[in-house]
């Protein structure tokens, strides 16, 4: 998008919501730390007295004064030695005094204590002392969250929510009408209406808007001029064709028989690609039930001169918009396709999620899975031997995939149960 375009279109920059959510972002971060920090610093861990802890060591539990700070359990085996701890025989001295029991029977491992701690164990330590049962065993309680901690979290997590609406919102003011945008671009095509585009919202979303719009009347104009080539080709082939056709009527029977054939050839591949070109032209839209059309189009004489069977299986009401006598095409040209290589169509459709889709199966051999979608290009044939009474003009499938485009849909071909499957898939009406 150029800045001409944005400096035509004017208004308000998709930037400035973008700016104000980052700086509001860094504002509220900013505020919760500052919260958080001005409650107070973290708990700091103190130690325990010596009373607290000969009392837990005597009674296997842990004193009230000591709040979840201590951890009281039994062991079999002495605790120790630790990497973070070092041996205090001070301390286990005094807790000897203190119990009235033999030094042997206590065992102490402490982190050295800071001097507003002394006469204290320190926030870290293990003491432990035997008993006819094993060893009691008093440490540090470590929890894995300490209050200091939920409280940052819980601020944390207000900050987020506090955030994530407004970004939500801001994200979804920004996208919806890009993707509005960009659902209008994928259906955009020669002679198809433009679906309706954002008028408002940020500058930059009109720009491109603007840009859409005029990419497709671009892509219009350049189809209606070739059809107009065309159909310009088309005319004035028909007046040397006619002098051919005038003149292989002195030529001997044989070669005037070939002769023949060959300007019928050239015309009806003339008059195939005329029709491929207006067939990018819309026609008027309605609502048409679709199964009658399938059911008129299997009594169709044309059809029916092409050659075996054709088959509808009854279906649901399936009710779509669209132009009847391109669908018809569409339709026309599958079941011709079906008869041609497998000798059969079997039309049948089914109704899921708001779709309709319709599938024609055949008796043949089935279709390359890897050359599925080049058989869909203009002159591509499936009869790779040019043959006209086999391999038609290899522009029908193209035909059916474009207007199947127009209609919001799309055509695909794969193998079936019994050969070759073609499916369209079209939306029901509003």
Do not use: C
């Amino acid at each position: 998008m150029s800045s001409a375009a944005e400096r035509r279109v004017g208004g308000r920059t998709i930037a400035w919501p973008i700016f104000a959510l980052v700086i509001a972002s860094v504002v509220v971060v900013a505020a919760t730390i500052f919260a958080v920090t001005f409650s107070g610093p973290p708990p700091r861990r103190t130690g325990q007295s010596l009373a607290t802890v000969t009392q837990a060591l005597r009674t296997g539990e842990a004193p009230r004064a000591a709040g979840r700070n201590l951890d009281v359990s039994m062991r079999d085996a002495a605790p120790g030695p630790f990497r973070s701890l070092r041996v205090d025989p001070a301390a286990r001295r005094a807790l000897a005094t203190s119990l009235g029991v033999r030094a042997d029977d206590i065992v102490a491992y402490t982190r050295r204590p800071s001097p507003q701690e002394m006469g204290a164990f320190g926030p870290d330590f293990v003491l432990a002392r035997r008993t006819p049962s094993g060893w009691r065993v008093v440490e540090t309680a470590r929890p894995w969250l300490a209050p200091w901690h939920m409280k940052t979290l819980f601020a944390m997590l207000l900050a987020v929510v506090a955030l994530a609406i407004p970004a939500w919102m801001i994200a979804q003011a920004i996208s919806r009408p890009v993707r509005a945008v960009a659902r209008a671009a994928e259906r955009a095509r020669a002679g198809a209406e433009l679906s309706e585009l954002p008028s408002g919202g940020a500058r930059e979303v009109r720009a491109l808007s603007s840009a859409v719009a005029s990419m497709h009347a671009r892509l219009a104009k350049h189809a209606e001029g070739r059809t107009t080539m065309l159909a310009a080709i088309a005319h004035d082939l028909g007046t040397p064709l006619s002098r051919l056709a005038f003149r292989v009527e002195q030529l001997p029977e044989a070669a005037r028989d070939r002769a023949a054939a060959d300007i019928a050839e050239m015309r009806g591949l003339i008059a195939a690609a005329l029709s491929f070109a207006r067939d990018e032209a819309v026609g008027a839209r309605e609502r048409l039930d679709l199964g009658s059309l399938l059911e008129s189009l299997a009594d169709d004489v044309d059809v029916a001169d092409a050659g075996g069977a054709v088959t509808v299986a009854p279906g649901p009401r399936a009710i779509v918009r669209g132009d009847s006598v391109a669908l018809r095409r569409l339709f026309g040209n599958l079941v011709e396709n079906a008869v041609r290589y497998g000798q059969q169509a079997a039309i049948a459709w089914r109704i899921d999620s708001g779709l309709v889709e319709v599938t024609i199966d055949d008796h043949g051999p089935g279709v390359d899975v890897a050359q599925v979608e080049r058989l869909f290009e203009p002159f591509v044939r499936g009869d790779p031997s040019r043959n006209r009474a086999t391999g038609g003009t290899g522009l029908g499938l193209a035909i059916v995939r474009s207007i199947a485009a127009r209609h919001d849909g799309e055509a695909l071909l794969e193998n079936g149960p019994t050969g070759g499957r073609a499916r369209v898939i079209l939306p029901l009406a509003v």
